[in-house]
């Protein structure tokens, strides 16, 4: 399978569950983001890692926690989540910034759900 | 405060027409403005920007930075009512910083 995949495709969970979303990129970038996309407002940027080192955390609550255990891998567990999380999470993967190059891939989302 | 403006919001055209997307950014350590069109879940990339005045094309699509007006366009010429779509907008900062527009919803119409 080529480009970014998200895993699972749809996730709907309650605010006590715990659950991880899962990206890997095969395009062999070495930086990977995650964005939250809800309706009817931009695409917020949560997490930057580059070269497996988190760069860019935007005020995330901590019940989102990233993890990136290798350049083709990130996962972001979630606990005790909100209503208002619910939304559409797009991991996207990209070249190291130092490389100049910065077009982002996007994988297909992970439309969560928190009842 | 939003550091990319995209306008309009919404645009409902008919096929044929032509159509330009407009998108205004914060200069403070911008490096580049990506262009990426989105139909139903992830952003697919157009264009890349990062000189004033050299127009890219890809088809019907083309797009133009202007680093002194802080601003960029994109342009579709003889829509298609495949074209309908978000078109995001988004500019970098730094290395990894991503900010994006609202987007414009382009709505086309047989």
């Known amino acids: 399978e080529t480009g970014v995949t998200q895993t699972p495709r749809h996730l709907v969970m309650g605010m006590t569950n715990k659950k991880s979303l899962k990206c890997e990129q095969h395009l062999g970038h070495n930086a990977m983001y995650w964005y939250k996309q809800s309706a009817k407002k931009p695409l917020e940027l949560m997490f930057v890692?580059?070269?497996?080192?988190?760069?860019e955390n935007n005020s995330v609550p901590s019940r989102f926690s990233p993890e990136c255990p290798n350049s083709s891998h990130l996962f972001l567990h979630l606990h005790t989540l909100q209503p208002e999380d619910s939304a559409l999470y797009l991991c996207a993967s990209s070249q190291d910034g130092s490389s100049g190059r910065y077009e982002q891939f996007f994988g297909p989302g992970t439309r969560l759900t928190v009842l | 405060e939003d550091k990319v403006v995209q306008s309009p919001l919404s645009l409902v055209v008919h096929e044929g027409d032509t159509v330009t997307l407009n998108c205004s950014y914060e200069v403070t350590n911008f490096r580049s403005l990506l262009w990426y069109k989105q139909e139903k879940k992830a952003p697919t990339f157009l264009f890349m920007l990062?000189?004033?005045?050299i127009e890219k094309k890809s088809g019907r699509l083309s797009s133009i930075l202007d680093k002194k007006e802080l601003f960029s366009i994109l342009n579709i010429t003889a829509t298609q009512t495949g074209d309908s779509a978000v078109y995001l907008c988004?500019?970098?900062?730094?290395?990894?910083?991503?900010?994006f527009g609202a987007g414009t919803r382009l709505t086309v119409k047989p």
């Open positions: 988004a500019g970098v900062y730094n290395n990894n910083d991503m900010r």
């Open positions: 890692y580059n070269f497996k080192e988190q760069t």
């Open positions: 990062t000189s004033s005045g």
